[in-house]
Nanobody, 125 residues
């Protein structure tokens, strides 16, 4: 069992930056993949960025590549998503997710077993 809680969302103007955080508790993070997903109203939940907790693999969606950076602080069991150059189309609820896996890359939401409650990101034009 892994409990996840996100923070760092908010309202920002287009071109601005935000850093999301996700604290993991109540579980071991060995052999864990963690990822960020987002969901806009009326849309499917979509993959944004992911990484193996051991740091050997990081990967991004095409929309996040070159603007967002996923990272983690192992000692604090915290996952981050640094978002730069934000666009109005980035507006969504952002979710942290985790699952046990030895795969190199996981972008399919149903493969993740644990989810945080989400944090809202709103980008104004």
């Amino acid at each position: 069992q892994v409990r996840l809680v996100e923070s760092g969302g908010g309202l920002v103007q287009a071109g601005g930056s935000l850093r999301l955080s996700c604290v993991a508790s109540e579980g071991s993070l060995s052999n864990v993949h963690m990822a960020w997903f987002r969901q806009a109203p009326g849309m499917k939940r979509e993959f944004v960025a992911g990484m193996r907790w051991d740091g050997t693999s990081t990967y991004y969606s095409d929309s996040a590549k070159d603007r967002f950076t996923i990272s983690r602080d192992s000692a604090k069991k915290t996952l981050f998503l640094q978002m730069n150059g934000l666009k109005p189309e980035d507006t969504a609820e952002y979710y942290c997710a985790a699952t046990y896996s030895t795969a190199e890359k996981i972008t399919y939401a149903p493969m993740f077993h644990w989810w945080g409650p989400g944090t809202q990101v709103t980008v104004s034009s």
